[in-house]
């Protein structure tokens, strides 16, 4: 329990469920503004599969493995979602079933064939690596007026540059 307290993954847990206490609030105090609540069920989404990969480390169950994974994905997607419709651009839903399926069928050829999971957490780092590049770009081609473009461009650099650091 002792090497549970100070470890890597109860601290992104922990910084995960201030980001979704925060992005709750965010989305019960702004509703009429579209974005927040999809960054809300992104992050809970989060949560609860990292929560389910933490209890197959301890059960080594095969479902528990392939359903958190594919939850951390879909809560990943779903919280792009949440940018393209803050700004108001057409939604690709699409991004969310296409990274879960792709993830879920390597993960489930990883189980079948007993595979390598160096490449298992290669697919998973390049499926979630691709999401933050698509933020990004859809946040460096955002036209608005010369005033917001700093902040876009800063907004775009966070993303860059934080999202992938978060131990999602």
Do not use: K
Request: glycine fraction near 8%; proline fraction near 6%; hydrophobic fraction near 60%.
């Amino acid at each position: 329990m002792e090497a549970l307290y100070f470890s890597p993954m109860l601290l992104g847990l922990n910084l995960l469920l201030a980001l979704a206490v925060a992005s709750t609030a965010l989305w019960t105090m702004s509703r009429p503004i579209v974005g927040p609540g999809y960054w809300m069920a992104g992050l809970w989404l989060l949560i609860s599969g990292v929560l389910l990969f933490a209890a197959f480390t301890v059960t080594r169950s095969v479902v528990l493995n392939i359903v958190g994974n594919a939850l951390q994905m879909a809560g990943e997607a779903i919280f792009l979602l949440g940018i393209f419709r803050f700004l108001g651009h057409r939604m690709p839903y699409w991004i969310v079933p296409v990274s879960v399926l792709v993830l879920v069928a390597f993960n489930v050829h990883y189980w079948v064939n007993d595979g390598n999971s160096d490449f298992l957490m290669m697919v998973y780092a390049f499926i979630a690596g691709l999401l933050p590049i698509q933020a990004v770009w859809v946040l460096l081609r955002q036209r608005n007026e010369p005033s917001m473009q700093p902040s876009t461009r800063l907004a775009s650099l966070l993303v860059g540059v934080v999202w992938p650091s978060i131990p999602w």
